[in-house]
């Protein structure tokens, strides 16, 4: 996937580079013009915003909380859609391609969802066997191993296995696999309705999304289940 790379920056390197800035000046002209290419490029790279300077952020190169104009501003993909409290995106994953959403809450980036735009497969097996390749992917991106789900709606093909990928293609079974991470919850889900699959990821803020249902529950209305209660049985 192609992702936001920020180089990281050390503001002390620029404070050295203009200490040295004078002894710099009795140098050769080629040392100069090397020095000025390096101060500008390290001002330019503090103009970046520090919810983008984490190295790998939480997600995409991002850290919750981030503003919109941020996101807007400095993914390096294309736009496809802005609406009132959301950023759309095309972008490719694994050569295939992929609408990124950036959800927001009082200007803050509170989730991101990956839909892997490719419905259909030659092969209800090759469905299946990319959801595998994209769960291998991320355990080694984040870190952790997650753990998988299969939740059966019809048992038709419980009991033959050879017929696994045949059960997710007839929507009877969805695929699902959790990471839990200190900030973040991430979701993977692979469903299908009308022989037509839906595969997305979801990436969500532990504490934006608890300070949210704290303030919906506050304003009154419905009360509304704690963002970790609500994730266990939800994936969408």
Known sequence: ????????????????????????????????????????????????????????????????????????????VILFEEVENALFFVDEWAEEKVLIGYEFWDDKLIRTSIDVQKSNYPDPGDAVAFYVAREYELNEKLGVEGKQETIWKNDYYAKMPNHFALAVLNGHVDLITRWDLPRTRVIMAMTAEDFAYTHRVTYESKELSLQRTQVQNEAGGPLLAPPEEEGAGSYE
């Open 1 to 76: 996937m192609t992702c936001l790379e920020l180089s990281s920056f050390h503001p002390g390197r620029v404070a050295s580079s203009l200490a040295y800035h004078s002894y710099a000046s009795l140098l050769a002209p080629s040392l100069n013009k090397m020095l000025f290419a390096l101060i500008f490029i390290t001002f330019c790279l503090m103009s970046f915003p520090v919810v983008a300077q984490e190295e790998g952020g939480d997600v995409r190169n991002f850290i919750w909380g981030v503003g919109k104009e941020d996101v807007k501003k400095f993914e390096r």
